[in-house]
């Protein structure tokens, strides 16, 4: 499912408008952790993350593992800086006011699916 | 090749990333493929992380040459007391900061053991903490899929005979100008060449410094050893290898009883699609990520019998006796943390046959072994290069049913048959029979710490509209060349020296068929 249909679904309040690039992609394979190791170690390349985590490593650790956005649960908002890493990086960030557990859902009921799905 | 140095400052979350970013990039300037820049990434990114969260700053240098990337990350301390217990997935002891960062977990080194090709970790109380990691990079095209290998080439010891051409599964090797050479991106690690090089110019790298016994060193030995002294019994081989000056000799082949019990317990639980294959055999699962990737999820996700004797002896000084270069690239790819070295049993039958001889001469003793049946239900076990290759062709056709889990060794009879042995591998195996009960020792089973990598093994270009063009210059050379596969080119076969030709290896005027005029015309 494309990146925005996916925004749209799930009512995602974008912060990196200037990220063009992964509106388009297809995201087909999701990961949620507030563990950044765990977060390197398991997400799928391509995928989207689900997190609590706001502050700037997380874009490094998406970044590193080449995923295409992050989605910010429990309306939790990064600041500046790391919106403009983002940007930088080309990472998509969006919030939720939903809980990880629901977003995750939501994706799922998309055909997001794990790694073992 | 190139060197990168970047400072690591302790405490600097934000910062951190930095290094690991710079060096991301100059991997993908130099054209690396992306999953070895991934996996690059993804180890500094730890590495770096280490430093930002336990140490007083560091400093992390890459060096980046034409086939590998080397990282070494040293810190300032305070250093590590337990290494062994800090490799181990979910040790930690981040600071509150770093754990309300999302970092922590116990999982930094593990990480970078899972994603590098070779990783090594010492450290001093009071004094700092190296990490070195390496991956397998293979810019060009041709090279992508290279591992780290363990065959010896002593190219002076080339008779030109071009036996070794024909004998390699995966048309791996070369002989030019009587000089030797391997394709590492096609090779399997398995014996195939060494058995058919009578001269021994291709082999198995030994120790640099060749048997050295300690007073707290263990021998690590295969059965086939035990069992290759002519008459001698196995408790009386093993009672002079000790002589040899080791605190303990221990033999692998517990370890073989407690993978095979897994195995068929995986096979019995349906996990994995059946049949299930053992991972027994390190150049059978290279062969298998190579040139069968589809059939990589029937692999066990276990370690070898070697990796897993290897995990149970820890930290000790350990000389393991390996009868493939496999079992040897899979020993040195994992416990970074211990002593070991890997000798050959040319080395230890050397140091041991006269302590035998002389034994004998003082007091004979004559064994009479009795072999015994032994084999499980729902277990197919293959050995030997051309029979592993016809039975992995018909699992991936889906013509093998009925069959719970397969147990493949690239070498004719399995280990026992490694050509580097010294005994013929049916008289071993039947005396390894006899004395197989009352062998001491114990063994289990480990999960492996690296995951199953396909390997593209032949692929022309990253490009895929290079990589077609290519294969059409691959046809045509193909339809010029003979079809002969007489080796005198020095490529096993007229369709490897079509793929030479067109990937700048060889070319087609030293094919002795094709007449000057069409061979200028390349």
């Not at chain 2, 990691?133 to 060009?140: A, V, W």
């Not at chain 2, 019995?268 to 299930?276: E, G, I, K, N, Q």
């Amino acid at each position: 499912m494309k990146l925005e249909d996916i925004a749209r679904e799930l009512g995602l309040t974008e912060l990196t408008p200037k990220v063009t690039g992964n509106s388009e992609a297809d995201i087909e394979r999701g990961y949620a952790s507030d563990l950044l190791s765990d977060v390197l170690a398991h997400a799928p390349e391509g995928g989207v993350l689900v997190t609590l985590q706001v502050h700037l490593n997380v874009i490094a650790v998406a970044s590193h593992a080449e995923l295409a956005a992050v989605i910010f649960a429990g309306d939790r908002r990064p600041d500046d800086e790391v919106c403009g890493k983002a940007n930088a990086e080309g990472v998509s960030l969006f919030v939720s006011p939903a809980d990880t557990f629901d977003v995750v859902g939501r994706l799922y009921a998309l055909g997001v699916k794990g790694n073992h799905a | 090749m190139e060197h990168l140095t970047y400072d690591i400052q302790s405490g600097d979350f934000g910062g951190a990333g930095a290094a690991s970013r710079d060096l991301k990039q100059h991997l993908k300037r130099i054209g690396a493929e992306s999953d070895a820049v991934r996996r690059a990434m993804i180890a500094a990114y730890e590495a770096e992380m280490n430093v930002v969260i336990h140490t007083e700053g560091g400093r992390l240098e890459a060096t980046v040459s034409d086939g590998q990337l080397d990282v070494d990350v040293v810190d300032r301390g305070p250093g590590i007391p337990d290494v062994p217990q800090a490799m181990r997935e979910g040790f930690s002891t981040a600071s509150s900061e770093a754990r309300a960062l999302g970092f922590g977990a116990g999982m930094g080194l593990p990480n970078i053991e899972r994603n590098s090709d070779r990783l090594r970790v010492t450290s001093a109380v009071g004094d700092g903490t190296r990490v070195s990691f390496s991956i397998i990079l293979r810019p060009e095209a041709a090279d992508q899929g290279a591992r780290p290998s363990s065959l010896g080439i002593a190219a002076e010891l080339c008779r030109d005979c071009r036996h070794c051409l024909a004998a390699c599964p995966t048309a791996a090797v070369r002989v030019r100008e009587a000089q030797p050479s391997v394709l590492y991106h096609l090779c399997v690690d398995c014996t195939c060449c060494i058995a058919a090089c009578d001269p021994g110019a291709l082999t198995l790298l030994d120790a640099p410094d060749g048997l050295v016994p300690g007073a707290d060193g263990v021998l690590a030995v295969p059965p086939a050893l035990l069992a290759g002294f002519g008459d001698h019994a196995v408790d009386t081989v093993l009672e002079e290898l000790r002589g040899l000056g080791f605190a303990e000799v221990v033999s692998v082949h517990r370890y073989e009883d407690e993978l095979r019990r897994s195995v068929l317990d995986l096979a019995a639980t349906s996990a994995l699609p059946a049949p299930v294959i053992s991972s027994v055999c390190p150049a059978v699962v290279s062969l298998i990520e190579l040139k069968f990737p589809s059939l990589v999820p029937h692999l066990a996700p276990l370690a070898s019998p070697w990796e897993a004797l290897q995990r149970d002896l820890g930290e000790r000084d350990v000389t393991y006796v390996v009868s493939c270069p496999s079992q040897r690239t899979a020993l040195l790819a994992q416990q970074p943390t211990a002593q070991r070295r890997t000798v050959t049993p040319r080395l230890v039958r050397e140091a041991v046959l006269p302590r035998l001889a002389a034994r004998r001469r003082a007091a004979g003793e004559t064994p009479a072994p009795q072999p015994q049946a032994a084999g499980a239900d729902d277990l197919l076990v293959v050995t030997g290069v051309s029979h592993v290759l016809a039975v992995l062709e018909q699992i991936e056709d889906g013509r093998l049913t009925g069959v719970a889990s397969v147990e493949p060794f690239i070498c004719d009879g399995g280990c026992f048959g490694s050509p580097l042995l010294g005994e013929d591998a049916y008289v071993a195996a039947w005396r390894w029979a006899a004395a197989a009960g009352s062998a001491p020792g114990e063994g289990r089973s480990y999960e492996r710490a690296r995951p199953y990598r396909p390997r593209p093994g032949i692929r022309l270009d990253p490009d895929m509209a290079v990589a077609i063009r290519k294969l059409a210059e691959l046809d045509a050379e193909t339809k010029a060349l003979p079809g002969r596969d007489c080796g005198v080119c020095g490529a096993p076969t007229c369709a490897a020296l079509a793929e030479d030709i067109v990937m700048g290896r060889a070319v087609r005027a030293l094919c002795p068929y094709v007449t000057p005029e069409e061979g200028s015309a390349s």
